[in-house]
């Protein structure tokens, strides 16, 4: 603790908007050299007795009957200071509690967050003397030899582990405690899921031209600006193998580096490339950890025990001391941004941290998100393109097909006659297909005939979806489920059917086609036990399989050498979805699944199914004209003031009851208006276009302008207004979405 400063500022573990700040509290000289700014702390609150986080300390505190710090709950202080002003930013920036956005740093496991998780002890054996000289003066038994010679590479083995390597028995070891010798020590070890159980991954031997002009480039912004890099590199250019590298450099200068990458794609090959080259040096962080697991990695991570953290986006908050790099792989991706508070985009984030702890980043992908590319092409980030594949193979060539001709030629199956004759081809050959479906927004649905008639959840305002193994329809969004009804609720016609494709569905209908070949169907329901998507990879890639069938979970970075042929069951997927982002979501999609055609020697073809031919996005896909279509893009942003052009606010109020929801909200835009700076725009209030979920009505308003600091103050000075005029209804909840990306 500096100084005489006797008094901290802590903040206190309440998410409430009035505790939102510090409190002073005084440290008892009992604890005094030990509490510290980042310490977890226990503190009386009111009535009750709180957690709490110490963010600073004050010679004099700010109230006159000063209560007492009660204890420390952790040894060492949990937070860095560099992590708290990180906290402090997403807090401010996100609008949130500062408690929240702390708690976002921690896992659960550790307090704060809640529960707690002790560490695990293990009894481990040490030498107590260095034994040379030794050896010649005392006489041992051949196991206790043998057990000293271990200890030579192997000091502070866990005793059972070192028994079974030596075959010695518990009775050697108390020998050679009771010859002062040896000493046996209790000692925190760490739970680690990955030790020992992954496959290798080769590394490549020479680095193509590309890769080296672009590892070039990187370092000279290292040395310089030290901007964001964009490494704008299409799909099979190798741009893993530029973010390994880059790694390597940072672990040989000792500084740790965090990987982001998609959670659909912390696939146990990408956590085994990395795993190959650095093993314990690596933690992998994903969301099949256990509590302790994450604990500890947690722990190995902020020991500096761990250099390579690999995870989804909350590891951009990994506790990295001595941090180096951040690398964010498919910079693109709508998971980055997380949908509960707080509500953050792990790029925003990442480049706020990297700013503080000086460290480096680079954002890679094949179809850069709008705002990126735009942040590169005016010079605030570097831009570094690589253009050709690895072993020069060709981007795969696609065709589009029309399935309205195909229906009025009669064929009414779900794959064209062009993609089964392909396929046909493909299965003489002994060659590879993959067959994509997008799973959100294209599930079956059941509807009637006669009447359109559509099921729908009673308790949210969305479609019921058709799982043909237990002939159920079950609600996504509440888990509501009844059995297929015979009849049309409706009209009573029995004329009711499902629609759309499901996985399922195309992995039955491709069986029917050809019975002989082997089908495999990779989706998050047959992905379910631990080691499932390992052994279809290993089949994928020894060539047991004919035909892979699957979702998002296929599109993302696999790679399957033999896999000449791709087909997309429908292009659509993302084309209806009621945002600004559909179209870029779809060409994304489109040239992730493509990308996956024609990975190894021979060349790729692909087949996009589309009711929409002609629209834009699809055919600049097709194309893979990139450069024309973020052109094309970008005037639309351009034009509509959206962002990279302006900024968008979200605030989403939700209710049981409708019509307090309604009066709720008309006076809180009300209140909003009054506090908006000039110029900008506020749109609604509208219903969301999910209106109810888990029979909470939906409605929102969405801000605009080009000044985020100005919406964001306005905007709480607003709703502080509506709170205190009573504005706000009791069962009203609010949410802030700064920067949102699903607006449903
Ligand atoms: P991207 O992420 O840019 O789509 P990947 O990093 O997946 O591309 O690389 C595509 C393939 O090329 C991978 O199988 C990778 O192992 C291989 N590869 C990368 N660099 C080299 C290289 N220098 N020499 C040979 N193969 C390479
Ligand atoms: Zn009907
Ligand atoms: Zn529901």
Redesign the pocket.
């Known amino acids: 603790m500096p100084g005489s400063d006797q008094y901290a500022e802590v903040i206190v573990n309440k998410a409430v908007d009035r505790v939102d700040r510090v409190f002073h509290y005084r440290v008892p000289d009992s604890l005094k050299n030990e509490v510290q700014i980042g310490s977890v702390v226990s503190v009386p609150f009111g009535r009750q007795q709180l957690e709490g986080v110490v963010v600073g300390f004050v010679p004099k505190p700010d109230v006159p009957s000063v209560r007492e710090v009660t204890s420390l709950l952790y040894e060492h202080p949990l937070f860095q200071e560099e992590l708290m002003d990180l906290a402090a930013w997403v807090a401010d920036y996100y609008l949130c509690p500062k408690v929240l956005a702390m708690q976002a740093m921690l896992p659960r496991g550790l307090k704060i967050a809640g529960e707690s998780v002790r560490a695990k002890y293990v009894d481990c054996i040490y030498l107590k003397k260095d034994l040379n000289g030794i050896e010649t003066n005392l006489r041992f038994a051949p196991r206790q030899k043998e057990i000293l010679s271990y200890l030579g590479t192997h000091n502070g083995t866990p005793v059972g582990e070192m028994l079974k390597v030596t075959g010695a028995s518990r009775a050697s070891v108390q020998a050679l405690v009771k010859k002062g010798l040896v000493e046996v020590v209790s000692r925190e070890v760490y739970r680690d899921p990955y030790s020992g159980e992954f496959f290798s991954v080769p590394r ?1 031997e ?3 031209e590309e ?1 080296k002009k672009a590892l070039t480039e990187i370092k000279e912004e290292a040395l310089g600006k030290r901007r964001p890099v964009l490494l704008f ?1 299409v ?7 530029v973010y390994l590298q880059v790694v390597q450099q940072m672990i040989h200068k000792k500084k740790q580096s965090i990987v982001l990458v998609p959670e659909i794609a912390l696939t146990p090959q990408m956590a085994a490339v990395f795993k190959t080259r650095w093993g314990e040096q690596v933690a992998v962080l994903h969301s099949g950890l256990s509590v302790g697991e994450r604990r500890d990695a947690w722990m190995r991570i902020s020991s500096g025990q761990v250099r390579v953290v690999v995870g989804a986006r909350s590891a951009v908050f990994a506790p990295c001391r001595e941090l180096g790099l951040i690398v964010i792989d498919e910079e693109h991706e709508q998971s980055y941004k997380q949908e509960n508070v707080p509500r953050f985009h792990a790029r925003e984030v990442a480049i706020k941290r990297a700013q503080i702890q000086n460290a480096l980043l680079i954002m890679g992908s ?1 179809t850069p998100s709008v705002e990126t590319f735009y942040k590169a092409s005016t010079g605030e980030f570097r831009l570094i393109s690589m253009k050709s594949r ?2 020069n193979q060709s981007l795969p060539q696609v065709r589009i097909v029309d399935m309205r001709e195909e229906l009025k030629e009669g064929n009414r199956s779900i794959f064209s006659s062009l993609l089964r004759e392909k396929m046909a081809e493909r299965l003489l050959k002994g060659e590879q297909t993959l067959l994509f479906l997008n799973r959100r927004g294209f599930h079956t649905f059941v509807s009637c005939r006669a009447c359109g008639y559509v099921i729908t959840c009673p308790h949210c305002a969305i479609s019921l979806t058709f799982h043909a193994g237990q002939k159920r329809l079950r609600c996504h969004y509440c888990g509501y489920s009844r059995v297929l009804p015979t009849v049309c609720p409706s009209c009573g016609s029995h004329a009711i059917r499902q629609f759309g494709t499901g996985t399922q569905r195309v992995e039955d209908e491709v069986r029917k086609l050809f019975p002989e070949a082997r089908v495999a169907r990779v989706d998050s329901d047959t992905m379910g036990p631990k080691g499932a998507y390992d052994r279809v990879y290993r089949q994928v890639r020894k060539g047991e399989i004919d035909i892979i069938v699957g979702t998002q979970m296929i599109a993302k ?1 696999l ?1 399957f050498p033999g896999v000449t042929l791709v087909g997309v069951v429908s292009a659509d997927l993302t084309l209806h979805i009621p945002e600004m982002r559909a179209g870029e979501r779809t060409f994304q999609l489109i040239t992730q699944v493509a ?1 996956r055609a024609g ?1 190894g020697e021979k060349p790729g073809e692909v087949v996009l199914q589309t009711y929409h031919p002609k629209d834009p996005a699809i055919m600049l896909a097709a194309r893979q004209d990139y450069p024309a279509f973020i052109r094309m893009e970008i005037e639309n942003r351009k034009a509509a003031s959206y962002p990279p052009f302006g900024y968008l606010i979200r605030i989403l109020f939700t209710c049981r009851e409708l019509p307090v929801l309604e009066r709720t909200i008309d006076e809180c835009t009300r209140y909003i208006w009054e506090e908006l700076p000039p110029k900008a725009a506020l749109l609604g209030p509208a219903p969301a276009p999910l209106e109810r979920i888990k029979d909470r009505f939906r409605m929102h308003l969405v801000l605009k302008g080009d000044n985020l600091l100005g919406l964001r103050t306005g905007l709480q000075a607003g709703l502080r207004n509506a709170a205190e005029n009573g504005a706000v209804k009791k069962g009203v909840n609010i949410a802030i979405d700064i920067e949102p990306i699903n607006m449903m």
Not at 235 to 241: R, V
């Open positions: 490549p020479n680095l193509t890769q590199g799909t099979g250019s190798g741009k893993t193998e094949a690895v072993l970075g790679d990308g990975r």
